[in-house]
């Protein structure tokens, strides 16, 4: 079996393709259920946040199962195959699992080591489970990138500076008005990036919060912890103009805020201008707001100058982080190839050793006139003969290669010593064989 991970990011692609392709949390039993239908494809989860899409999956055959999830990445974007393909990386076994680590880890992360995709991955896994599309490889790969992923965090300084997209989207707001004592801030969603956006808010002088959510008690659990006012979503056009900035981050699946009541909004200002900061995926705020005089527009993509400075601090430790991560890598590695080399092994040497005990028996017959301890040579020198016969073989299988020619040499290895082996039986299998 191996493993494939493929999918985009914020290196690869823009955020108009990146929220195209954004799935609702309701989409994704079936999705992951729909591809595991499929037969290359064993196991299968899938990561999907506001800076990346990411499948993984377990298989027999990597390069048809890795065209069928680009199949599904044109399918949810509805573009052409020949349009996605240049965003999407696709990486197999070995690296697969050095790519999971690292995104776990938050080194792959627009802001290098923010802690926030530690819980994504996680949630990712636990809907696989949910969705029942992930197996026996699947459990041990997360649980290894969870290990090495808080390894990490924990060993280095990586994560100990709590930067993350919220206090980047503050940080951004610092450049643009060099102050933020006094000024007036809306937050637009109530959730884990708008609390966190609140919190560096006020570390910065802002006292003026306004939270508006499309569940009003939401919002007003997080205005009164701040000491701020909650709106609904409906309210917004009322208290638009007030605002000196805006933070959006909801889940919404349209614009939130559009250029007609950010057009009224403007003219009540007077001229006076306003900073939009759209932290969410798919877009919240229109971003035809940026042609309205005075309206500044940022999204997720604009944090990049503000990350920069950040990462420069960050680059050593997320050094130290990839020589650990390998470390685990290589341990699950290891594992892996195990569930294929170390059955075959096993049968072989069973295999032999039964031969070599049927023959002497055989030979038993020639052999009635020898002694307690000629017998006990003849039996070592039997076990020696055997061990120096398959020791070449053995030791090539201990260390295949994790590619085609390591499937290949596997298959020769059953077919030579006409082994059959049972295969690791996956949850995908199991519901098949209960069915039956």
Not at 39 to 57: D, F, G, K
Not at 123 to 133: N, V
Not at 192 to 221: P, Y
Not at 302 to 318: F, I, P, T, Y
């Amino acid at each position: 079996m191996r493993i494939c991970h493929i999918g985009l990011n914020h290196k690869t692609a823009p955020v108009e393709l990146r929220e195209r392709l954004a799935v609702p949390e309701k989409d994704i039993a079936s999705i992951l259920q729909a591809q595991v239908a499929l037969p290359p494809i064993r196991e299968a989860a899938l990561l999907s946040t506001c800076n990346r899409v990411e499948m993984t999956v377990v298989t027999h055959d990597p390069d048809a199962a890795i065209a069928l999830v680009h199949e599904w990445f044109a399918s949810t974007s509805g573009m052409d195959l020949d349009q996605v393909c240049p965003h999407l990386y696709a990486h197999t076994t070995d690296d697969a699992v050095k790519h999971l680590y690292a995104v776990a880890s938050g080194l792959d992360s627009l802001v290098l080591g923010e802690p926030q995709i530690f819980g994504q991955v996680k949630q990712s896994y636990e809907r696989a489970l949910a969705a029942g599309t992930a197996g026996h490889i699947l459990h041990r790969l997360y649980q290894s990138t969870f290990s090495a992923a808080k390894r990490a965090r924990s060993e280095t300084a990586i994560g100990k500076q709590s930067v993350n997209i919220s206090s980047c989207a503050v940080e951004l707001a610092k450049r643009i008005f060099d102050e933020l004592t006094g000024k007036t801030v809306l937050l637009i969603g109530a959730g884990e990036m708008a609390e966190l956006a609140a919190r560096h808010l006020r570390a910065n002088g802002c006292s003026n919060i306004l939270v508006a959510n499309r569940t009003l008690e939401r919002a007003q659990n997080l205005a009164i912890e701040f000491e701020g006012h909650a709106l609904t979503l409906e309210q917004l056009p009322e208290y638009l103009d007030a605002a000196d900035i805006i933070i959006s981050s909801t889940g919404a699946n349209t614009y939130v805020l559009l250029p007609e009541v950010m057009q009224d909004a403007m003219e009540k200002r007077r001229g006076k201008p306003m900073f939009l900061v759209d932290i969410a995926v798919p877009r919240d705020i229109d971003p035809r707001i940026a042609d309205i005089p005075g309206a500044y527009v940022y999204d997720i993509d604009d944090l990049q100058q503000v990350v920069q400075g950040n990462r420069e601090n960050r680059e050593k430790e997320s050094e130290q982080a990839r020589i650990l991560l390998a470390e685990e890598e290589k341990s699950f590695l290891l594992w892996l190839k195990s569930l294929e080399s170390v059955p075959l092994i096993r049968s072989i040497q069973q295999q032999n050793e039964s031969i070599r005990q049927d023959e002497l028996v055989k030979a038993q017959r020639y052999l009635k006139d020898l002694s307690p301890e000629q017998h006990e040579a003849v039996e070592r020198f039997s076990r020696s003969l055997m061990k120096r016969f398959l020791h070449p073989s053995l030791r090539n299988l201990k260390t295949l290669p994790e590619d085609m020619e390591g499937d290949l040499l596997m298959g020769a290895a059953r077919k030579l010593f006409n082994i059959e082996i049972k295969p690791v039986t996956t949850q995908k299998e199991s519901d098949e064989h209960t069915s039956g």
